[in-house]
């Protein structure tokens, strides 16, 4: 029991901050998106790998996350982030705080 107790809240504590550092990489790349970076600059390009294959997703999952030309899947994501931190991590804050 005390191996659980462990292992899930320190596993809580790191999604949590995965999830969190993950929104504030779709944030900043909804920014770039705005502002035309630089293509070639290596910060640009990381912020993008990390975020287009998701984005890809979203758009061909829910097809109207593009409405009028404005994309919308970086909302969807960043709620979907949300979710998971309140979902996922509570309930293993909460499981590790039974055992």
Do not use: C, H
Request: charged share 15%.
């Amino acid at each position: 029991m005390d191996f659980l107790l462990v292992i899930l809240q320190p596993l809580a504590m790191t999604i949590n901050t995965l999830l969190r550092l993950y929104f504030y990489v779709v944030i900043v790349s909804a920014i770039l998106s705005w502002v035309n970076p630089d293509p070639f600059n290596p910060i640009v390009r990381i912020i993008r790998n990390l975020t287009e294959p998701v984005f890809n997703k979203v758009r061909q999952w829910i097809p109207f996350a593009n409405i009028g030309g404005i994309d919308l899947s970086p909302i969807v994501v960043l709620l979907g982030i949300e979710f998971l931190r309140m979902f996922l991590v509570q309930a293993l804050g909460e499981l590790s705080m039974r055992i």
